[in-house]
């Protein structure tokens, strides 16, 4: 079942994951990592699964046939071109991917171009966006292409000149001689791609060699974006007498049309092209935007049952509730903490809805949209249209936004049934009220924890986790693996994922973390970001304060304590240090602190918060600590961290939905009161800690769960209670639009 190597035990990668599948609450008795950056006072916990390994080293190695399928170019005039196999949706991995390049090649960054790559089934399942993986599955792969494009272009170099190979150097983007005559690598491009030239042994250069990655850089494609030329997906004029395209849809989640009473007179409307009944509502298209939604507003329609007519939150928590899994060490009989939390639903909500343009003929399509999982977008648009797979072109469009939203491809598949019904192109967009009601969502979640104690240490923490179903149905990208999610499969992919991304960083002896997901509420849910731990850790960070409260121990020195690691307690306690822990506050006023650690990397937080008065706190400073393996750009990962920040603020004080009679009453950023700039914080700092291993960690993901932690318990200690319901101030203090 295992084999020893050293004083550690590795399991099979496999036979590990069977098991995860097969028993998701296992206890491994093998210990990881544990020595010196253990709190011998603690009583120690077992590894956690995701500890050996996690969703990164899962999705590594199903990446492993086809890490080296990359798509790099360097033309005549030098500049090089790699088209990217993940989607850039605003996390930055287009300029970090850009700087493996310039480094290896010894390139200017301004001369390498990152555009994202089509939908290409040879891949298999190496083209998904998500889980924080991007990063740490490209890193190698992209290196070592540019590094035998740079020998190549010093091989064909020294064959023009007749020396050996080892006597050159290169320096921005030209091959250099001893004596100092140079050849520009657009020169030498044509040379270089000679398959007769042969390059063998190339290695990729140690850190010690490093001169772009790891140092601060702006983002390659900043200056389009803010002055207004950087083309998104409705902004693309790729396919003549594509007309716009709305969806008037149900007044019910997952309702479908059955019956358009007025069509006539909305085909008599000014502008209005041709509508059709697609399977999620009626399409209509008109000669603009503008037309298309008023046709959209006049038309009637009948329709059908949606999967939650007539439920709202509360009844949705009460099956929540009735549904999770009894805790197992019993209350009453030993000195337990004891809390119960809800976490509302949360849209999505990225910037740019969803869109899509689509062009579908008798015997073929193409398409461009955001897309996180373009091959399986592919598969699924050709079956549906009843296409082979090589007649579907889909072009992958980075997106302003995507949080986990565009893992699933629903923009685009009715985009081309749009277009097929209509027999002519169309540029399809989502309404904002449509993304917020019938987009996707973060499902709400009831949480139960008991933390008990025992001689002034934490014997066990258990915490079950009930949510609605989060949908998996995109599986690993690609269609074989989507087909296995549907159904009871969508259970299996939910706690893999959770085992394998989900940890609790503390020694609190015998931690248990359960998840259920009941069938019988069926919402349009995706994964967002930071997918479970956002709010098991956010509660568990709660119930780290009160743990500290009750054994009479400062917050942040009982985490430091408790930490099983010692990179994550550097994190710490530089965040303590930088951000002046424990200093004097005045009435209403706290510090909040958290930590997280996934994803082979640690964030810590601490906030400052005003909360004077309570139904209107405000975060007025913030230092945030981030070890994240090998930072690639520093700048890109502060840029994270406040973004996490953001969206911790939101989440945590004021973001979510209320469902009422099977449909979300927000409509809009503003009734969904997402966090604006004077909610965000002017004094923010954040740190990167020194490389702590070779290769990068995750980090699009990471800081979120730390954010709502430390968050949450400055509210806590601000206003002297214990929230339990998030967002903490969650009123309807609005008048919601229509159904439809």
């Not at 035990?9 to 098991?19: D, N, P």
């Not at 999705?59 to 850039?88: F, S």
């Not at 986990?404 to 049934?417: I, N, S, T, V, Y």
């Not at 998030?726 to 919601?736: G, Q």
Request: glycine share 8%.
């Amino acid at each position: 079942m295992s084999e020893q190597i050293g004083d550690k035990v590795a399991m099979g990668r496999r036979r590990f994951l069977t098991y995860l599948v097969a028993a998701p609450t296992l206890t491994v008795a093998a210990r990881w990592g544990l020595g010196a950056d253990v709190a011998q006072a603690a009583i120690i916990s077992p590894p956690r699964p995701s500890e050996l390994y996690d969703v990164g080293d899962f999705y590594k190695q199903t990446c492993e046939p086809t890490k080296n399928m990359i798509l790099l170019e360097v033309a005549e005039d030098g500049d090089a071109t790699l088209w990217l196999h993940r989607m850039e949706v605003g996390q930055g991995i287009t300029t970090a991917s850009a700087m493996l390049v310039a480094e290896e090649l010894d390139l200017p960054l301004s001369k390498v171009h990152v555009p994202m790559r089509d939908a290409d089934p040879a891949l298999l399942f190496n083209q998904l966006t998500g889980g924080s993986t991007s990063m740490r599955t490209v890193y190698e792969p992209i290196r070592q292409a540019a590094a035998e494009a740079r020998a190549r272009m010093v091989a064909a170099a020294a064959r023009q000149w007749d020396i050996s190979a080892a006597q050159l150097t290169t320096r921005d983007g030209l091959v250099v001689t001893p004596d100092g005559r140079t050849a520009t690598y657009g020169s030498l491009a044509s040379a270089a791609a000679d398959p007769g030239l042969s390059v063998i042994g190339v290695k990729t250069k140690s850190s010690s060699e490093f001169r772009v990655i790891g140092k601060p850089a702006k983002r390659i494609d900043a200056h389009k974006m803010v002055t207004g030329q950087f083309q998104y997906t409705l902004d693309l004029g790729v396919v003549p007498g594509a007309k716009p395209c709305l969806v008037h849809r149900a007044p019910t989640i997952q309702g479908t049309p059955k019956q358009v009473r007025n069509d006539a007179e909305v085909r008599a409307m000014p502008g209005v092209i041709d509508i059709a009944v697609i399977e999620t509502g009626v399409a209509i298209l008109a000669e603009t935007f503008g037309q298309a939604w008023d046709a959209k507003k006049a038309l009637r329609v009948n329709w059908n049952a949606g999967t939650v007519d007539g439920l709202s939150n509360d009844d949705i928590f009460a099956k929540l509730e009735a549904a999770t899994v009894p805790l197992a060490v019993p209350g009453g009989l030993v000195d337990t903490i004891d809390a119960e939390f809800r976490f509302a639903p949360v849209s999505h909500a990225p910037l740019e809805s969803n869109s899509a343009v689509a062009d579908v003929r008798d015997d073929r399509a193409e398409i461009w949209s955001g897309l996180q999982t373009p091959i399986y977008a592919q598969q699924d648009i050709a079956e549906d249209l009843g296409l082979p797979q090589d007649a579907v072109k889909v072009h992958v469009v980075q997106s302003g936004g995507a949080f986990g939203r565009r893992l699933f491809h629903d923009g685009a598949l009715e985009a081309a049934r749009a277009s097929k019904a209509f027999g002519r192109p169309v540029k399809l967009m989502w309404t904002r009220t449509d993304d917020m009601r019938h987009g996707r969502m973060r499902g709400p979640s009831f949480h139960r924890v008991r933390a008990t104690l025992a001689a002034g240490q934490v014997a066990s923490y258990e915490h079950r986790i009930t949510q609605t179903k989060t949908d998996f149905s995109h599986g690993i990208g690609e269609m074989i693996t989507a087909k296995l999610s549907v159904g009871p499969g969508n259970l299996t992919y939910a706690q893999s994922f959770f085992n394998l991304m989900v940890e609790c960083p503390y020694n609190f002896g015998v931690v248990t973390e359960v998840l259920n997901e009941p069938e019988d509420i069926q919402l349009n849910t995706a994964s967002w970001r930071s997918v479970y731990s956002a709010m098991v850790r956010g509660a568990e960070e709660l119930v780290v304060d009160e743990i500290a409260a009750k054994l009479g121990k400062d917050a942040y020195k009982f985490r430091r304590e408790y930490l099983k690691h010692d990179d994550a307690r550097a994190v710490l306690d530089k965040v303590a240090t930088e951000g002046g822990w424990g200093r004097k506050m005045p009435p209403g006023h706290a510090q909040g602190i958290a930590l997280h650690v996934e994803h082979r990397g640690s964030c810590a937080f601490l906030v400052e918060m005003d909360a004077t008065d309570p139904k209107r706190p405000r975060v007025y400073r913030a230092t945030i600590v981030a070890d994240v393996g090998r930072p690639i750009n520093p700048l890109g990962i502060e840029a994270q961290m406040i973004s996490g920040l953001t969206d911790g603020i939101s989440t945590t004080l004021r973001t979510g939905l209320h469902i009422k009679d099977g449909l979300p009453l927000e409509g809009s950023y503003s009734q969904s009161h997402f966090a604006r700039q004077k909610d965000s914080p002017r004094d923010v700092k954040v740190f990167v800690m020194p490389p702590s291993r070779e290769e990068p960690g995750g980090v699009g993901e990471l800081p979120v769960p730390a954010a709502v932690g430390a968050i949450a318990c400055a509210y806590a200690r601000a206003t002297g209670t214990k929230p339990r319901h998030f967002p903490i101030n969650f009123d309807i203090d609005f008048d919601p639009f229509p159904p439809n």
